[in-house]
């Protein structure tokens, strides 16, 4: 996509009003985007559109040359890369951990019933499809680069349809929404002092938003009142209180635990409950 909008901006062919409306609504977007701090990928989806209809209008228009080859040659190769790994993993037996890379079990709880075993199969399909799209759009792309396209395009989307029945198994990866019912679980435990713990988070800064999730099931729980759940509010733990700190449940990145020394050293024996990228730490000192 970017490639053919930037060589229809060099090559001068982006003359039309609808171009230049989608190239505007495009850039104007995409710079906005890149001046805020705290951004997730999803935002750019209303950008997609513009973007792809763009790139439709001007590719009729650019030359097929190397580089709009090469931005099809490089998706297909990306796409060939995951069964040729595990074929080589496959040939290494022993001499490699096959079983840590494949067991996808390790990062998804699969259910012990049909529908688990249905979305196993269609997880191994993956590469198998990927694979299949773009050795195919490498054999087309000198030929019938229009037709390359294609391909490359209908491999993804019908990777994302196959995958799509596996989502619900990942939602407790998405999001902090798995671990805020856990720490409304271990609030309503007993503290090290009998006190209710104070919900904390250490440097991130989506931790502010953890309040919508909290006042949520905090009212679902029934043990709140409606003043305690207006007042509430996340707490962040500085570097120096990590030391200190007792009679809090925090979050934090899991992957901290290996890069922050201070934060590995005060609590990475306690219990940790983890829900995608992040930790639950209950701390009780």
Same mark, same amino acid.
């Given at each position: 996509?970017?490639?053919?909008?930037?060589?229809?901006?060099?090559?001068?062919?982006?003359?039309?009003?609808?171009?230049?409306?989608?190239?505007?609504?495009?850039?104007?977007?995409?710079?906005?985007?890149?001046?805020?701090?705290?951004?997730?990928?999803?935002?750019?989806? @209303?950008?997609?559109?513009?973007?792809?209809?763009?790139?439709?209008? &001007?590719?009729?228009?650019?030359?097929?040359?190397?580089?709009?080859?090469?931005?099809?040659?490089? @998706?297909?190769?990306?796409?060939?890369?995951?069964?040729?790994?595990?074929?080589?993993?496959?040939? !290494?037996?022993?001499?490699? @951990?096959?079983?840590?890379?494949?067991? %996808?079990?390790?990062?998804?709880?699969?259910? @012990?019933?049909?529908?688990?075993?249905?979305?196993?199969?269609?997880?191994?399909?993956?590469?198998?499809?990927?694979?299949?799209?773009?050795? !195919?759009?490498?054999?087309? %792309?000198?030929?019938?680069?229009?037709?390359?396209?294609?391909?490359?395009?209908?491999? &993804?989307?019908?990777?994302?349809?196959?995958?799509?029945?596996? &989502?619900?198994?990942?939602?407790?990866?998405?999001?902090?929404?798995?671990?805020?019912?856990?720490?409304?679980?271990?609030?309503?435990?007993?503290?090290?002092?009998?006190?209710?713990? %104070?919900?904390?988070?250490?440097?991130?800064?989506?931790?502010?938003?953890?309040?919508?999730?909290?006042?949520?099931?905090?009212?679902?729980?029934?043990?709140?009142?409606?003043?305690?759940? !207006?007042?509430?509010?996340?707490?962040?733990?500085?570097?120096?209180?990590?030391?200190?700190?007792?009679?809090?449940?925090?979050?934090?990145?899991?992957?901290?635990?290996?890069?922050?020394?201070?934060?590995?050293?005060?609590?990475?024996?306690?219990?940790?409950?983890?829900?995608?990228?992040?930790?639950?730490?209950?701390?009780?000192?």
């Amino acid at each position: 996509i970017f490639t053919v909008i930037l060589l229809g901006y060099i090559k001068g062919i982006v003359t039309r009003k609808q171009e230049k409306l989608f190239a505007t609504v495009t850039f104007s977007f995409l710079i906005m985007m890149s001046l805020i701090s705290s951004k997730l990928v999803v935002y750019l989806l @209303p950008c997609f559109p513009f973007m792809i209809y763009l790139t439709a209008l &001007l590719l009729p228009k650019v030359k097929t040359n190397f580089w709009v080859r090469l931005s099809v040659i490089v @998706p297909a190769v990306i796409f060939i890369i995951p069964i040729t790994v595990l074929f080589f993993l496959l040939c !290494a037996g022993d001499t490699m @951990p096959l079983t840590s890379v494949t067991n %996808v079990s390790s990062f998804i709880v699969f259910p @012990p019933t049909a529908y688990g075993s249905f979305v196993k199969i269609l997880l191994c399909l993956l590469p198998v499809i990927l694979a299949a799209g773009g050795l !195919a759009a490498l054999i087309y %792309v000198k030929r019938d680069i229009y037709r390359s396209i294609k391909i490359v395009s209908g491999s &993804l989307l019908l990777v994302l349809v196959t995958a799509s029945p596996a &989502l619900p198994l990942l939602n407790t990866m998405i999001g902090l929404d798995g671990g805020c019912r856990k720490a409304i679980e271990l609030s309503q435990q007993t503290g090290g002092k009998g006190e209710a713990p %104070v919900f904390s988070f250490y440097d991130f800064n989506a931790g502010f938003n953890l309040d919508t999730y909290f006042k949520k099931y905090m009212k679902q729980s029934g043990k709140y009142t409606a003043k305690e759940i !207006a007042a509430f509010k996340m707490r962040q733990l500085q570097k120096e209180e990590l030391s200190t700190a007792s009679n809090v449940i925090m979050f934090v990145k899991t992957r901290d635990f290996s890069r922050d020394s201070v934060l590995n050293a005060a609590m990475g024996r306690l219990p940790q409950y983890h829900f995608g990228e992040f930790s639950v730490v209950p701390v009780y000192k």
